[in-house]
């Protein structure tokens, strides 16, 4: 009868053992470099945190298998305990690391029995000293020395304010080492290039001046240090002994990436010049970050992470409606913006929801945020850049072009020099041209008028005749950029431009456009009457007829101020220049639409003609 017992428990005893602890146990593998033990982990939840080690060790049903995903609880206040068993089916001892994977975890204690006999204890965290940690790594990482044939019991105690996240990796030591060699490269290169495109950008607020550009250099300065933190790096190479800081360091960077971002966006789309209400949203969630940043000092972190989490998904979101908006209403490189941050606010909204344990860790939701800030800070440089080369791009085209055609130079045959030479002064000419001519207008630029400036200047000065200088503005012509839009001012520029040409008779007379709506004009070799006379047939071809664009039709008129006389000896061109720009504010002052005249004498005296009121046409 007793057999009979025995024989019949059999099964429910193999089902008892089946569901005991050492179900767990992983196989060492001489091949694998690595594995993912995360299927053979046991975890055991203790809300009080009153268990001790002796307590856990005792047999109990109450374990839990992990399964196939890494170990990954949320935010929670309990303390969490796992167990792994690992077993050396080989004859010889093997060393072999155990990593997990997951650097901000508060305090993390792990104990080592051999066939229950205690061979090491290690206590690590955030929260404790880096150097307490038996190999100096950013995640917490444990030798594991195995005897021929010996089966280890591995306990972890996790007691966190973070996110519990235990992905546990078993690793040989050359293929650790090998990984973190690799993994110490593309980290290296991804701060490398943040950092020097922090550096461009800054360097680039100190010319420009900017205020974009900083808050673009916060962000990318920011967001790799948030990175560094949340990744152990930071702990690891630049504040090992500062406990303290580094619980609060995670939320800082954090808070101020938020916050600059949304200052930057709302400079960079000029948000504030075409709707109030984004702007001010912009604004709110500056505000909130850079409280919240400055809270975490004082703050507990899981409180900070709280804010953070919901409000960086929110400003992730309206960051890009406002650039799909600003692309949508034709906001210069707006789509840049919107691909760029396309990258980064997808790395972002993944790396929250992991947080939220929506997402399970993985590397993607682990890194992505990295590999898009690069493309993302890639991709704004060069929009950002570009608002500063527009102008200068066709110059250094031809530079460009001009050096080719000087390489190519070198490696001719002898009797292709000529050839060549012909083709680089061709070049230059092009060059020098492009160099001096506005690109709205095609009228000479201010560069090129102040050297014809001068020399006529001198010129007339040498064989005492005189030389006339008219400046001009075309009157309300902010107006007209306001009313009708900068085409039409840009279109209005254009016919004035031609218009005022249209009206010179001689080669010597040379015309450029100064700056903004004002041209300047010289006439060499000529006196009061004929400038007065050249003023007044400007004056009037441009107010003759209404400024006709694809948009509108409008009427404008110009000011003119001019100086005219003998340059004497000692004096200067600026001071005639001068002394047309004062004869301009007088027709300005009263009342527009005409033109004011100041002879300048042989002595350098000015005595002012008044040419009375024009009437306008």
């Known amino acids: 009868m007793n057999t009979l017992l025995v024989w019949l428990m059999r099964p429910v005893v193999f089902f008892i053992l089946l ?10 593998s001489a091949e694998a470099s690595s594995s993912a033990v995360n299927e053979h982990v046991q975890f055991l939840e203790d809300p009080d ?9 005792k047999p109990d049903d109450h374990w839990v298998p992990q399964g196939q995903k890494a ?33 901000v975890l508060d305090y993390v204690d792990v104990w080592v029995y051999d066939s229950g006999k205690l ?12 150097a307490e940690r038996p190999i100096e790594h950013r995640f917490f990482v444990v030798p594991l020395h195995f005897p021929p044939g010996a089966t280890l019991d591995i306990y972890y105690r996790i007691k966190t ?16 080492e090998n990984r ?120 507990p972190y899981r409180l900070s992470i709280h804010v953070l989490v919901p409000l960086g998904l929110f400003a992730c979101l309206f960051e890009m409606l406002v650039g799909v908006m600003s692309w949508y209403k034709g906001v210069n490189n707006a789509r840049f913006y919107v691909i760029a941050w396309l990258f980064f ?68 045959l002898e009797q292709r020099v000529r050839e060549r030479t012909l083709e680089l002064e061709k070049l230059n000419s092009r060059l020098e041209e492009m160099s001096n001519t506005d690109q709205l207008t095609k009228l000479k630029n201010r560069r090129y008028m102040e050297n014809v400036m001068q020399k006529e200047w001198a010129r007339c000065m040498r064989y005492k005749r005189d030389f006339a200088i008219l400046m001009l503005d075309v009157d309300f012509f902010k107006r007209v950029n306001d009313e009708y839009g900068h085409p039409a001012g840009d279109a209005c520029l254009k016919l004035v431009a031609e218009r005022v040409n249209d009206c010179i008779r001689w080669p010597s007379d040379q015309l450029a456009r100064y700056g903004g709506e004002e041209f300047c004009l010289i006439l060499p070799e000529t006196g009061a009457e004929g400038a007065r006379v050249v003023a007044e047939r400007i004056r009037k071809a441009v107010a003759a007829n209404p400024i006709e664009t694809d948009s509108a039709t409008f009427n404008v008129t110009v000011s ?53 009121r024009a009437s306008k046409e």
């Not at 303390?79 to 080989?90: G, V």
């Not at 090491?120 to 955030?126: A, E, F, K, N, P």
């Not at 304010?161 to 650790?176: E, K």
């Not at 930057?264 to 970050?289: D, M, Y």
């Open 19 to 28: 569901l005991q602890p050492w179900c767990a146990m992983a196989l060492l």
């Open 49 to 57: 945190g009153r268990y001790t080690i002796e307590t856990v060790r």
């Open 71 to 103: 170990f990954n609880q949320g935010y929670s206040d309990s303390t969490w305990w796992l167990h792994l068993q690992l077993e050396n089916p080989a004859d010889a001892s093997t060393l072999r690391y155990l990593e997990l994977g997951y650097a």
């Open 119 to 130: 061979l090491d204890s290690y206590q690590m965290g955030d929260k404790r000293v880096f």
């Open 161 to 176: 304010s973070t996110s519990v996240q235990a992905p546990l990796t078993l690793w040989q030591r050359d293929a650790f």
């Open 180 to 299: 973190e060699n690799q993994a110490n490269i593309a980290q290296g290169l991804y701060y490398g290039a943040m950092f020097v495109i922090a550096i461009y950008n800054f360097l680039i607020f100190i010319v420009v001046g900017e205020r974009s550009y900083l808050y673009y250099v916060v962000v990318v300065v920011s967001l790799p240090l948030f990175i560094a933190s949340l990744s152990g790096q930071a702990y690891h190479y630049i504040w090992p002994n500062a406990v303290g800081w580094n619980d609060h360091s995670i939320p800082f960077f954090l808070a101020l990436t938020f916050g600059s971002s949304a200052l930057f966006t709302r400079r960079f789309l000029q948000v504030r010049e075409w709707s109030r209400v984004l702007n001010i949203g912009l604004t709110g969630i500056a505000v909130a970050a850079f409280s919240t940043a400055l809270l975490s000092f004082v703050s």
């Open 345 to 412: 606010l997808g790395g972002g909204v993944l790396l929250a929801l992991n947080k939220l344990s929506i997402l399970p860790t993985n590397f993607i939701t682990e890194y992505a945020v990295q590999i898009g800030s690069v493309l993302e800070a890639v991709l704004l440089s060069f929009a950002m850049a570009e608002r500063i080369n527009v102008e200068r791009k066709l110059r250094f085209a031809a530079q460009d072009e001009a050096l080719q055609v000087t390489r190519r130079l070198n490696g001719e």
């Open 560 to 612: 003119i101020g001019v100086c005219v006389g003998v340059p004497p000896q000692g004096g200067s061109v600026e001071a005639m220049l001068k002394s047309s720009d004062l004869a301009l504010y007088q027709s300005k002052e009263n009342g527009r639409n005409r033109v004011t005249l100041y002879r300048q004498d042989q002595l350098g005296n000015v005595a002012h003609l008044s040419m009375g």
